[in-house]
């Protein structure tokens, strides 16, 4: 049992405060009655599994993470609940009453099989690694081995920029 | 595109314009009076509430309870009241009450005092916590003055 | 049981940071109130205390024995949570701004990173808090506020960029480190870039508006839409919205001085330490609050304009000259 | 001179009658009465002209009737005195040239000012109808300026502007049902 | 089990993978709103992120595999959310509704 | 594309904009209907602060209601005061000595530099400026000081009488109010460079809130609003009263109508308004203050009568019926506010909240005057 | 007045009540409200000139939830009294009300025999701590008002009080 009161302890602490901040999120974010309250809990469990990645040896994602998805996405989404949905007492509708439980199984199986086929699996760690995974090689990498899917990414989201432009101007009457 | 970076120009300089007036304030003096320690001497003209005068002969008011200033206050907020003295020509004042609290400091009971018997006083930093204590009652606050 | 020295050190870290934070913004408050009464040809805060000093304590006391009143048809939770997550990342990156060449909390080699990532929750927080008021003001002022701060993200990290390009580190200390004396500041054309200046001026001017603060403090124009997002916050609530933004503009001038000015270090390469930082700093912060009580207030249409068409255009400019520029030499 | 081509548009509305009244001693150059049904053609005729509108607002005639009669009684008394001492018999024709004109009923006055930008001409304009229907056609139309003034109006003297678009109360409060500025009016 | 060593072993990581995809998938079949929709496919997508981003720090013999893959999910999702989110003000604008089942009925 | 989303009316929401918010500049209330922040129509709602003076007027006598000229629009108190002591002097016909008349336009024009510093002060606030208010505050406390001296209050004065002032000016206010007038020639500039030339100011001023010379005439726009869309009218000049044809004074005029035409008429009548003091304390003749045979009680004849002063804000008219006794029989204010205001709505349609702020900055409302 | 409805602190020690008495008495927030001429006068007071930011009170808060204390500066008429009552029950306790001016304490010269526009005095709906009379009022006079109103929450004055000549 590693000590409370040591570096490793309090590390570990940090940790199970970032798996809790994370599955916290996750039921707010699946959960909740009203949508401004589930995109709070899509931020809470998207810095959560940030601070898992930098558990994982990668500030750099980390901080992507938290930049993009708790800056950017989750930011965008609020604007959209608070564009298209003005009147936010207007709560979740009801759903069918077999969709609640069916869904549920459902996720459940799902994740039941993810899991199992995770802990059954006998991990085999790779023999040496080529690079320490700094910041440096994620870049190096990016520029030259996955140069292409980099440029690929970029075209698709300046597809999105230009198509959420017309899709959000076409509305309007000015 | 000239006019694009024209306008730059001008509006950085404007800026920095701004920026320089406001420093050269900034370093001046201060031109704040500290209320309670330093005091502005109020000007000769200046409109208080009315108070009655003092006749420096006879070392009381000056009133004749003529009414006057009564009948001309625009809010009503004079209250006039006098006794018939035996002897003397004029009646003599028993209760002058001011409202100040409907007053409007125009000044007509002032100016048609036949008498001079009212002038403005200088008090200018009445501040209290009842509503009552600006109903004042002249003769007492003349002879308060006395002592 | 005795205390392992990194946990004591993590532990003395965060008491003292967050102590700094708090008093550091209340010292501001006095200090802009100071320095607002001045250019106005007046004295500011006087009477409580000597020149005022506790001025921001009173305050503070006040603030935090008010009635907490949470709006009627307002989401209670969010409400409540809106001031936090703009307090919260404020404190969070001062983790990594160092104030001295051993003074820093945790001096990772991505610290210009940590601070944009942790910066950008803030604006979620006045999001949730405008809307969270059920208060169309508030609603429209953090909608401004927001687009605001998308639109200046984009300059502030094209620069940022740029200078990590001509520094080859994202660590603060190690770009303070690089800049011992004032010849060495990357404020100056000949340490990279011609472009250097105007670069900073680009990070200066978006740090003003990622941080609210006038001309851009459109989110708060209290002609237009009362007193913004924190319409209907009262007490602490309130408090914890004006501590951030003070935080804020700290920690955008102090990145403005260690990017730029040479942050701990003494521009004469003597005794370099926190007195530097904290100087250079407190100037930057001097510079907000006077460009504050000088110019109006601009417009969202005027200050998107800034951004677009006239910050983004320098910004990459300046980027691809520097770019070309480190490529040639 | 404005005033005279003013005059001479004016001829097409029938009921407006225009007199000069002597500007030093009044503030005002033209007089014009006119009959509430042609309050608008007036109107338009002085927006054709270019003028602007200064204000409009009510004055209320109350009593006007009866010290017209008491006015007419007296004059009517007097002759007959006078006649009783001259000792002719009374005059057949009832009504002496200087004895008023009594009203059938007590009126209000709405009067509208008007002026003009370049020229020095400042325009009266008169319209009476009786307290117990008063009724006036709305200008707003004309000259939207007149709607808060007719509005106002309508407020203080509960005279009704047909074809307004909107006279909910605008100074007093929303659900204010009393005129003030009538004189009869108690609080 | 050390409870605070946990962040050493691979199977946290993958378990709660696993989980966050699990919520996404129980979250899109419950929601019947679009933006609820799209916050549960982000979900999935941090389940998916969080399985790289551990088999790359476990198991991957270039550790910069994973990391690059992370960002170009986060690179995905802002730009799924982006247009996602202007179908659904599109969409809101038509039907004054973010209700899918709405949707359907009106379309015809 | 579609209906629904063309109809203005589901994409909008109403925002109330006062009684009590900080741009209206006391209790005014804006109904805006806006589409996010454009506003499709703006209905301002007034009778906050209605205190009844056309009421008061009517059981009052004259001279009872001149406290209430001074509480109408309390920037420029005595413009008012002087609008009603001319109203009155002409229906009982009584001659004013022309020292009082000149007194009566170097205080008033006085007054009026303290009501434009005040308005640009006011304004530059609501643009979000701050200090330039408490410069003009500075200027103004200055100007106030003299014209307590001379009136004995701050703000409502109660000042002239019919048939004169209340009392001469002395040497003090001749020597004080040249030093103001060469003050405020150096701050000027001052003024022009902190605020005039700011680029952010010039951004949010030009171009921003247009007003027609037709729309002021529609609606009776006078003074700095119609001067600024073109409209050559000031009631100084127009129609000349007291001893104003005796000075030498421009009348400003802009005609591009944009807020900034109107922000530029009001700093340039204040220079003016210098000029005229400048010409009033030199050509100032000696001889009494007031005019002897004014009668105690005024009883006017029969009939109405009317005349209108060129106030800060343009022209305010009196109205007055008389009866022949020594009430008035109806007293009609006509305020300049109140017509300039009414415009607001039609040319507030389209603007972004933050340029309607300054479209009614432009206008510099004064409440009380507008709902008497 | 204005004080009896806040919760009662959980610890009650004098010289805790002494410290946020004093931290309240400094730190009074007016609300920018203005109803007639007092407002100017109100202005002018925390203008350069007077300077109400020397007592921390000149921190004007445009919004009733963060200011202290509300300065009725004018004629209240009927029509905006219940929203002066909205705006004072906005604001979180502890709170307080200065009535500035005659209008404000009584209705002033506005008073007659059949008005029908006017509430006569603030002290009708709202419990008033401090009157300040006048119309307007000079700016010291504002002044003298917020240190009486200081001496009301604390129990004692700090400055002199100065004797109008």
Known sequence: MTPILSPQGLAGLVFLGCVAMTIAGAVVATNAGRLIRAVTGLALCLVGVAGIYYFLDSPFVALMQILIYAGAVCVTIVFAVMLAEPHELKRIGKIHALAGPASILAAAVLTWGLAALAVKTAWQPAACRANNGAVEEVGQSMLTTYSMSFELISVVLLIAIIGSLVLARAGRSK | MSGYFRDLLDGTKSLAVGLGITFKYMVGPVITLQYPHQTLPMQPRFRGHIDLVRDPETGTDRCIVCGMCQKTCPSGCITVAGDKVEGVKKKALTLYTLDFTKCSLCGLCVEVCPADAITFSKDYNLAGRSREAYVFDLKKRLEERKG | MSVHPDVARVIGYVVGTIAFVALNASFLVWLERKVAGHIQRRIGPKEVGPFGIFQSLADGIKLMSKQLIVPEGADGLLFRLAPLLVMIPAVMVYVVIPFGPALVARDINMGILVIFAFASINVLGLLLGGWGSNNKYAVISATRAVSQNVAYEIPMLLTVVTLVMITHTMSLNQIVAQ??????????????????????????????????????????????????????????????????????????????????????????????????????????????????????????YGLLNLSWKVLIPFALLNLLVTAALLKVF | MKANALKQAMAKVSSAKISEAPYAAKGFHLEISVAPAEVAAAAAVLDREGFFIEAVTGVDWLGEQAAAEKAAKAAAAAAAKKAAASGEAAPAEPAPAVAPAIPAEDQFEVVYDFNHYEALCRVTMRVRVVRSTPEVPTISEIYPGANWHERETHDFFGIVFTGHPDLSPLLLPEDADFHPLRKDFQA | MDILALHNSLNTYLLLGALLFGFGIYGMLRNRTFIGMLISAELVLAGASVNFMAFNRFLAPDPTVGQIFALFIMGLAAAEAAIALSIIIAVYRNFKSIDTDDVAELEG | MNVLAQDPALETFVLNMGPQHPATHGVLRVKLVLDGEYIVEAEPVLGYIHRMHEKMGENRTFAQFMPNTGRLDYLSALSYNHGYVCAVERAAGIGVPERAEYIRCITVELNRISSHLLWLGAYVLDLGGFTPLLYAFDDREILLDLLEGVTGARLTYCYFRFGGVYNDIDDDFVTGLKGFVKRMRTRLPMYHNLVTKNIILRKRLEDIGFITPELCRKYGATGPVARGSGIDYDVRRHEPYSVYPEFKFDIPVYPKGDSMARYLVRMDEIEQSLRIIEQGLDKLPSGPVMAEKVPKILKPPKGDYYHAVEAARGAFGVRLVSDGTNTPYRLKLRSPSFSNLSLFAEAAQGLLIADAIALMGSLDLVIPEIDR | MGTENIQSPIVRFAALDKLLALGRANSLWPMTFGLACCAIEMMAAGASRFDLDRFGAGVFRPAPKQSDVMIVAGTISRKMAPAIQTLYEQMPHPKWVIAMGNCAISGGPFVFEGQYGIVEGADKFLPVDVYIPGCPPRPEALIEGLLELEEKITGSRRWPRVEAK
């Not at chain 3, 004396?181 to 990622?210: H, Q, R, V």
């Not at chain 3, 000015?261 to 407190?282: A, D, E, R």
Request: glycine share 10%.
């Open chain 3, 179 to 300: 800049q011992p004396t004032i010849k060495d500041w990357y404020l100056f054309p000949w340490n990279g870039s011609i472009m250097l200046p105007i670069g900073f001026l680009i990070f200066f001017i978006c740090s003003m508006a990622e941080t609210n603060r006038a001309p851009f403090d459109l989110g708060e124009a209290e002609s237009e839409l009362v007193a913004g997002f924190h319409t209907e916050y009262a007490g602490m609530g309130f408090g914890l919205f004006f501590l951030g933004e003070y935080s804020n503009v700290f920690v955008g001038c102090a990145l403005a001085s260690i990017m730029f000015l040479g942050g701990w270090q003494c521009p004469f390469g003597l005794y370099p330490g926190v007195h530097w930082m904290l100087i250079k700093t407190y100037f930057l912060v001097f510079v907000v609050m006077w460009v504050r009580w000088t110019y109006p207030r601009t417009t969202l």
